[in-house]
Each structure stands twice: as structure tokens, then as C-alpha cells.
């Protein structure tokens, strides 16, 4: 089905990768995500900016969702313009040329037993 | 009470089931969720479509739910047109023909204790 | 401070009480919450009704959160009409005399380590 | 990227900070935080009311955003008028003079691993 869902500026407020990990492989590796719905049959275009809380904004960092496809876009995995440091507060703003649906999930492993907390971005 | 509360159309960024469980029987089973709340005096259809991050969407998957009931409905369990691949990313967007509230949850019991999470989803 | 902030029909599309818990004392015990903010300068009268997958729905429970107060309700202590059985799944909806704000949470202490689980609940 | 998202007036109905943790460091103890984005190109200016479920609110609370920054508050560390007690129910409204966003967020380390929730404010 195509459909035009959703909204093109997305903030999540939360953001905290930690800094260490416990279990096998990259599924349990500490990380947070921000899983991105693009529902149209057109390509998203994203632009994302990461906020610290005791430095200037670093971005746009650039992000291709396909049409029709979802990206489960792991905050760990940006490189350019530069990495998200661990351990460190942080908030993120997506703005998007088509309708996208935002989802922000964190799967913490830094004790024996993972814990997970996910919610709705905040979309405008 | 018969309450029209609610959306038509639903979308669920994040979706994932974890490819393994640890503790006893079926409610321990890593398992993801749609819990669909239709307060209506009529019944519910839903057509669920789920989007992949590398290949085409299936659906739609039909869905009933009775007339002032829920139905906490396991992704596992979906059969027709095709079971969801385990430990794969999607996305899920639910259209209803009335007005439901959906809610999204994840049991994750791949470690020794479980991890849940949560969030309303998002509607249009 | 005193607002009229919030809305007067909320509904949660989740609900499930763990049937068993680990931990010491009524804390840990498997439990899920509403909890009602309510911020006005009068009392707020809710009822609540609950759903489930396959028998009619149950209420009103009748439920009073003074002015400026907040009432952090566990669904395990709903006694009139009747409790809600453990280990099944529900649905929730509230409808308020005044605006209130309500967030859904769970705790689940059936394994060593507890599991938490909480989001906004759906306004009308 | 400087940019007016958000809103000027939340609430969190869910408040409770754990009266105990497990684990090293400042980063487990068991704390709740209301994470704030000010993505303004001014400072933000929040007041903060808590609310209780058997005495009268407490506020306000001081809380100042710089200009394109996040601040992971954790109510924890609250300290004019008055500290946030623990192992109490509460909940939170903030009103800020410019558009923010707030995600609520515990970290729970009572147990050997710790839990974790989150979700989206309620926005007004």
C-alpha cells in the first residue's frame, strides 16, 4: 500500500547511547535508534541535527529512506559530519522532505539482562 | 460504555522480533504487539501492511476485531499473506474502516530476565 | 500552580497484570498503573471502563482524584464491579468530568530483574 | 539548525523515583529525567510545578534551557524549594516562555539489571 503518513519535522528530546555492552553481536550491542517509516512511493530526504547540552548543534547529518521502506537507523552508526560521542546527553531533530513516521527505541546492555524503553517521537 | 474513540489509520515505526526466548511457555515468548482497542458498537476491519527496509511491502493482512473488545494481536502470529521474518526490521501502517487506538508493545526475552517496551502509536 | 491542562477521554489499548512477581513488598509487585494527573482546582470524577478480547466490557469503575492532585491508580486494586483477572489481556478507556493527563505504566517482577514499560496514553 | 519545535506547556503524569540502585556510579542510580530540547535560538525559561497524591503541589521549580541546547533534568537532583522525595508517587507540568520538547525517562536499578521507560510528554 502507498500512503502519504505521517509528518516531515520529527525531535526526540531522550537521547543517551551507553558506553558499554554485555551479550553477543551486534543485536546486543548497546545502541539507540530511531526508526524511520517512509510510507510514500517517493524517496525521503532526511536532515538530522544532534543538540548537547554544552556544545553548539552538530549537523545536518543526511539520511535516505527509500520509498516504501522502513530504516531502523542506529544513532552509533553516523560518521558524517561526525560520530555521537557515547555516554553523553543529546536530543535529535529530523526535518524531511516527504511525510516519515519516527519512532525512538534504546536497548541498553550494559548489565546482564538488556532493558529497552521506546517511544513516538514528537512530530510537528 | 459504546464510545467512538479513536483513529483509522495507524503506523508503527518500529518493529523487530527477537529470534530467541528464555523462560516458560507462550507468555515468554520474545513476541511483538499490536494491542487494538475498538470501543465501537461495530466491528472492526483493519488491513495491516508491513513495510521492510530492503524489500517490497506485504499485505494486507486482515484483521477483526469485535464489536467493544480488544485484541492484543502477536506479529508472531500472522500467517497469511506470509509470517514475519524473525530478527528482521519492519515497519507496520494499520487502516481501519472505524475508529480504533492502537498501542504498541514488545516482550524481549532473549537474556535471563525479560525487557518490555511500549509507546502509543502513531495516528493520522 | 492550578491549569486546566489535559483532556477528558484517554484510552489505553494495552493492558495485561502479570499473574506472578519476585521482589520484596508491594513495590515489586507485578502491577500496572494509570496514573491521573489531575490540575485543576476542582475534583475530577472518572469512569473507567474495561474491555477485553472475548466477553463484555466491565464498569464503570468510579474513580476521584482531588484538585491539584495526582492518583497513581493500580489496576491490581480495582475491586467494584469486579477486579481485573491477572494474566489477561484488556483494554481501558476513562472519561472525565474535567481535563486530566494519563500515562500508562507497568511493572513486571515475574522474572529476577523487573521490567518496565510506560507511555502517554491516546486524548480525545 | 535553529528551529521553533515544540510546545510551551507539558505534563507527566507518571513520577517516581526508585529509593534504591544497584550498579557503579551516578549513571545507575536509579533516577527519573525529563529530557528537554530548546532548539530556539534563545533560552528557554521553564517553571516547573510537582504535583503529589496527598499534599498540595509543590513549585515552582527554576529551569533554564540555553539556546540550542538539551537538558536531561533529572528530578533527582532537584533542589529549591524543596527535593523530590523517593519512593513517592508524583507527577509534573512544566511551562516554559519559548517551544520545547520533553520525553520522561527512569532508569530503575533496584534489581540485579536495571529497567528503563520512556515516552513522549503530553503537549498542550
Known sequence: MNMEIGKKIWAIAEGYIPAWSNGPGREFVSHEAAC???????EAHLQLTIYFSDKEPVGPYKITVPAKRTLHLRFNDLKEPQPIPLGTDYSSVFVSDVPVVIQHTRLDSRQD???LLSTIAFAQ
Open 36 to 42: 524511520i517509516l517512509n510510507a510514500n512511493d517517493t
Open 113 to 115: 539482562a538488556n532493558a
